[in-house]
């Protein structure tokens, strides 16, 4: 189980962590803004439903990619999003990620090239 406090989850209670508002998502799941318990940085927590009806698919998905995203993390530490710890968090399939402040990636691929 993923050990987090959220601090922007919409408006409930996940798990061991309270809630306020998403800061981003996209197909996959909600991306909120939380802090790590163990180790009390700031982390990205996607969190993706486990009820919904493509959701195996989708948590298979996300496992891979949190495997190689830590992975390529021990490699390439500057470049690369440190992943904590992936795993369920009562409803949801949750990855809890280093927080990396700025400008949302969706909004810098809409812009195009500078």
Do not use: N, W
Request: some cysteine; overall charge neutral; proline content about 6%.
């Amino acid at each position: 189980m993923i050990r987090v406090r959220v601090s922007m989850f919409a408006g409930g209670v996940l798990g061991d962590s309270i809630g306020g508002l998403p800061t981003g998502g996209g197909k996959f799941g909600t991306v909120c803004h939380a802090t790590h318990t163990p180790t009390g940085r700031a982390v990205a927590l996607k969190l993706i439903r486990l009820e919904q009806a493509d959701s195996d698919e989708k948590v298979v998905a996300e496992q891979r990619g949190a495997a190689l995203q830590q992975q390529f993390g021990e490699v390439h530490r500057e470049f690369v999003p440190r992943v904590y710890e992936h795993g369920t968090m009562g409803a949801y399939y949750g990855i809890a990620m280093e927080y990396v402040p700025g400008t949302p990636l969706i909004q810098l691929i809409a812009r195009g090239p500078p």
